[in-house]
């Protein structure tokens, strides 16, 4: 890897996903502009911002969802847009708000997919397996789309991710229509997953609180640029500037009057 | 009741063509429609056009339709050659098609448009390619509203292929239009049960298709496409043991005159030996086209029809003059033999009732000029389209207060219910006699002769035995013959009786029988 990256030069040459002045315009409409930025190997990397500061835009220039107006994302040191896209697509998980299963094909064969169009069959032990992964009953390979919870749903969704063996994990708002017990639940079991079978993963999220609790390093966007490049210890320190604290502040003001009504106890 | 009963189940050979065009019609829908639907769904311009054009399709009458490819076809002929059929199953299917294609492509491009982006977006995200997403998501998620677009075009299409009858594509229509000209009802109930019968089959065994697919039940969709595949390949069996190339294919238009005549010509060809089959209800302007072309063998036409519909002349040289003329442009313009003139006239003559005339003093058309601004004048469609109207208008300086157009049938009773007060009437129409009507005479003779001939096509105009057949029928038929013949299929109490009965009678009454 020749290229550097502003964000983090010392760790260039484990990044699995390297941004090179990316930018993205629609018509006059800057969605991400310039960003550099590096994402190593084995790190969970969370993109926080405000709706519309370009978090979802960035990521899906990584699977070419999006393509970049100018600039380069490089996978595995290879420029995205140079590479057979269906190729790059089945080595990269992808997990996102609208889960997308397929209403037509059974669980099973929705988690099989991936495989399947690259020519191999899924045994139904690693189908089994892959359910047991995201803590579903293995019978569920059966069922249509359509009976199950939207919980259980997005945790079939993340089973489809990982069935390829990506080699990363891209998560768009994966929990953001889940109910908060769900959501905190499927939380942990995606961190857990991703020190198990040793992931490399990146998630949108617009929940600071969230971002600070799974992920190891988190980008700040605001108006399609990085704004803060921190560790969720340096943001709780107060560093980031102004945009990266005005998140912060949201849950910890949160949790601080939930901390004093509980002192006062009384709730009125 | 069992009358008709016995009608539908004579009806076998229609039903079998009525089903084969609809279906042909529909695949050939799909076969455009489907590409178009997945092309439009990639692209906002492409299904603002076609979508805007499958509308426009729709709002032409099916009957116009039908009619349009007849000149279309025609003029590609200079591209594919003189055998491409003009009339028949060729314009029939592709007008039907463009009508089926609105509605498979409106749900085509509503399916694709509403399907959940997020499947969409997943399918490209586990490295589906262009082909893989439209084979494994789009087809089948898009499947049960393209079904349903189906059913619906399925039940238009088999209601519209009854038109085709009038461009000479036998199927469902005949018994339809044969019965309203000849007002057998039988015929036309038998017509309607018959058409409306196959729609619901159809609309059935689609919607199963359709619940299949929704339901993901291969049982389902298996079963309802096993009884379609069925039916169609019945009816394409039931065919494929019909007509060939030798038989001789007689015409008549849309009154009962012309089914009369189609009868007897028919009888004595079969019993020269040829085989015979008939194209009944063409619409007037579409027989001598199809005649040129040979798309049909023999048809009678009328001396005054074909001099301002096919020679464009507006003037009138005289009865015998007009038919010499007619004879040798026929001849050379088109390679049509005019085997001859039958005898009789059928001619535009204007009818009043008895009571009506005596009452506004009326025996001739000059005496109606004062009175026909208080008159209404009933024609049938063409009549008022005609020069001969033009030339009986300018001749008398009449006015009248209102001009209604009827079909034939209906005009006869529009005069006997007061709904018109004038008719322009056919010289040789029996409900004349019957209703005692009176014909105004035509002292300044604007009307030009209609006599009835005998018109061969080039395909059989130098075949011998035909001539041979058809020759004793040449000044044969007189007048009041034609006319009670006429009257014993118009009728409308048990004394009507059949166009081929009709045919036999008249047969005997002009002693040609053996």
Partial sequence: MSQTSQADPADNRQAIVTFERVERRYDDVVAVGGVDCAVQAGSFLALVGASGSGKSTLLKMVNTLVTPSSGRVLFAGEDVTAMRQAQLRRRIGYVFQGIGLFPHFRV???????????????????????????????????????????????????????????????????????DPITRDALGDKVRELHERLGLTTVMVTHDMA??????????????????????????????????????????????????????RGNPA | MSEIGEIILGLGDKFAAHVVLAASAIALGLVVALPLAVWASRSQTVSRITLGFAS??????????????????????????????????LPALLALSLYALLPILRNAVTAQANLDPGVLEAADSVGMTAAQKLRLVEAPLAAPFIMAGIRT??????????????????????????????????????????????????????GLIERGFAK?????????????????????????????????????KQFSEQYILARLIGDRLEEAGYDVSYRDGLGSAVVHNALASSNIDISIDYTGTIWTNQLGRTDNPGREAMYDTIREWEREENDIRVLGRLGFE????????????????????????????????????????????EAVREAYGLRFDEELNFSPTFMYNSLRSGAADVIGAYSSDGRIAADRLRILEDPLEALPSYDAMIMLAPSVADEEGVIRALEPLIGAIEVEDMREANFSVDREDEKKVSPAVAAERLNEEIGLSN
């Fill in chain 1, 108 to 178: 099973g064969e929705n988690i099989a997919i991936g495989p399947r169009l690259a020519g191999e069959t899924l045994s139904r032990a690693r189908i089994a397996e892959l359910l047991e992964l995201v803590e579903l009953d293995p019978a569920m390979a059966d069922r249509m789309p359509d009976e199950l919870s939207g919980g259980q749903r997005q945790r079939v969704g993340v089973a489809r991710a990982l069935a390829g063996d990506p080699e990363l994990l891209l998560m768009d708002e994966p929990f953001g229509a889940l």
């Fill in chain 1, 210 to 263: 969230e971002a600070l609790l799974i992920a190891d390093r988190l980008l700040v966007m605001d108006s399609g640029r990085v704004v803060a490049d921190e560790v969720p210890r340096a943001l709780l320190a107060g560093e980031g500037g102004d945009i990266a604290q005005g998140l912060v502040s949201v849950p910890r003001q949160q949790a601080e009057r939930l901390a004093r009504l509980e002192a």
């Fill in chain 2, 56 to 89: 426009l399709v729709q709002t032409i009458p099916a009957l116009a339709l039908l009619a349009l490819f007849f000149p279309i076809l025609l003029s590609l002929r200079s591209v594919f050659g003189e055998d491409l059929p003009t009339l028949g199953f």
């Fill in chain 2, 153 to 206: 075009a399925s039940v238009w299409t088999i209601g519209a292929a009854t038109l085709s009858t009038t461009i000479g594509q036998p199927g469902l229509g005949d018994p339809i239009f044969a019965g309203l000209q000849t007002q057998n009802w039988a015929l036309v109930l038998a017509g309607c049960i018959a058409s409306a019968g196959l729609a619901i089959i159809a609309d059935a065994l689609l």
């Fill in chain 2, 216 to 252: 993901r039940n291969r049982w389902m969709y298996g079963l309802g496409a096993l009884a379609v595949a069925l039916g169609v390949g019945s009816a394409l069996a039931y065919q494929a043991g019909g007509e060939d190339e030798e038989t001789i294919v007689i015409a008549s």
């Fill in chain 2, 346 to 389: 059928n001619a535009y003559a204007f009818a009043m009732r008895e009571d009506r005339a005596r009452e506004l003093g009326v025996t001739s058309l000059t005496d109606l000029e004062p009175v026909a601004p208080q008159l209404t004048v009933g024609g049938d469609p063409e009549f008022f389209e005609r020069p001969d109207w």
